[in-house]
């Protein structure tokens, strides 16, 4: 009897469970971001409510998915996989439209004055500090989709 359950206990590779642990960092992070703003929107003085509460549901949302992809994963659920590679797919799909999207903002903006408030805000186009993030965030997600995709030995874990 204590054989049979040994043999039904998946061996889950080191670069799934890694993956997990990505996604259990991410849900964390979800969570703090939405403390921190939490916090940050209550010393504001104008709060457009029409945008921040929609912005906290989708990071909620986001985190309660990123823990249960990542607990998934560490189990050898077949979905979590699926949902981890679609999110990797879509991060990839959206820093491309990003980039797009930034690099037209940063040349539409050149040379043109903004007060000092304005312009820190603007900085966030800056297309020389995103396209390094950008670079990276391809990678890892390529890296992630690619290898969950494509690697014999998830398949078979995940069968």
Same mark, same amino acid.
């Given at each position: ?13 080191? @670069? !799934? ?52 992809? @990542?607990? @998934?994963?560490?189990? @050898? ?5 699926? !949902? ?16 797009? !999207? ?51 030995? !998830? ?5």
């Amino acid at each position: 009897m204590v054989e049979k359950n040994q043999a039904q206990v998946k061996e889950i590779p080191v @670069g !799934v469970k890694i993956i997990s642990v990505l996604y259990h960092i991410l849900a964390a992070l979800c969570i703090i971001s939405l403390i921190w703003g939490s916090f940050f929107i209550l010393g504001a003085i104008e709060i457009n409510y029409t945008l921040v509460i929609p912005l906290a549901v989708l990071l909620l949302g986001f985190a309660i998915l990123s823990f249960f992809v @990542g607990r @998934g994963l560490w189990k @050898g659920n077949n979905w979590s996989r699926i !949902v981890a590679i679609v999110i990797a797919i879509l991060n990839i799909i959206v820093t491309i439209v990003m980039l797009a !999207v930034v690099s037209y903002l940063s040349r539409s903006m050149t040379n043109l004055s903004y007060p000092n408030n304005i312009q820190n805000i603007l900085e966030i186009f800056d297309i020389r500090k995103f396209i390094p993030k950008a670079i990276v965030n391809i990678v890892i997600n390529g890296l992630i989709a690619g290898y969950l995709l494509f690697s014999r030995k !998830v398949k078979e874990t995940f069968k």
